[in-house]
């Protein structure tokens, strides 16, 4: 490659395309906003923070999808994502959770907080080294290794999302809490086979029921969303659940 009048290649020089740097400007969109989550937390606003964190999620999902389709993957943008999760999906809630139910435990409860945040960041280390590579079949990947950190988080805010719901009473059962985040956190860095997306596959039988079913996802969301946000997490643990039992099934095969 020719190298220009500063000696570094001219590819390196040429202008780039605004583009080229969508899917890192919306991965840095989506840092910010798990960073204003935690202090939004610190603030009080717990609705807000909740929120904040969901909007990561979106644009988790948004940053992958741009970089694939305008061919802008590079191992910087791979690995400024996964900084940006480990603050959005792993700091931020395990902050959340700490400052709403785990505070009145003192050392204990922040102990339990760092587990699930170091979970997390476990969980993404793991999928930096094997370059996302979860399945040996070509095509989407048929299951994750492991719950990914997006619904790892959602999963560990699930006694918040109960607690804005008026179901919890802050501070209520912070060992009930502390087991869960341990689960929660077990489950990310574990080997289970847990569903991915791509992979499923809707009869054309069910087209309609899902298409109405998303108008009456919409209608809660806009009036019970902690209800709706909670029973996604439950509607996510039958996955799991399924899968263990079919994890024990070709274990004992």
Known sequence: MANGPSGTPEREQSPLSILMLLPNMVTLTGLSFGLTAVRFTIEGRYSAAVFLILLAALADGLDGLLARWLRAESPLGAQLDSLSDFMCFGVAPAILVYQIHLAQAGGFGWIIAMLFAVGACFRLARFNVTTGKTDDTKGPAKHFVGVPAPAGACLGLLPVFLTLGSVLEPGDAPVVVS?????????MISSLKTLSPKAVKVPRRFI???????????????????????LVDVAYLMTLLHAVVRARGQLFR
């Open 208 to 230: 309609g029921v899902i298409l109405f079913a998303t108008v009456i996802v919409i209608g809660l969301g806009f009036t019970r969303p902690w209800y709706l946000l909670a």
């Open 179 to 187: 087991v869960w985040l341990a689960i929660v956190c077990v489950l």
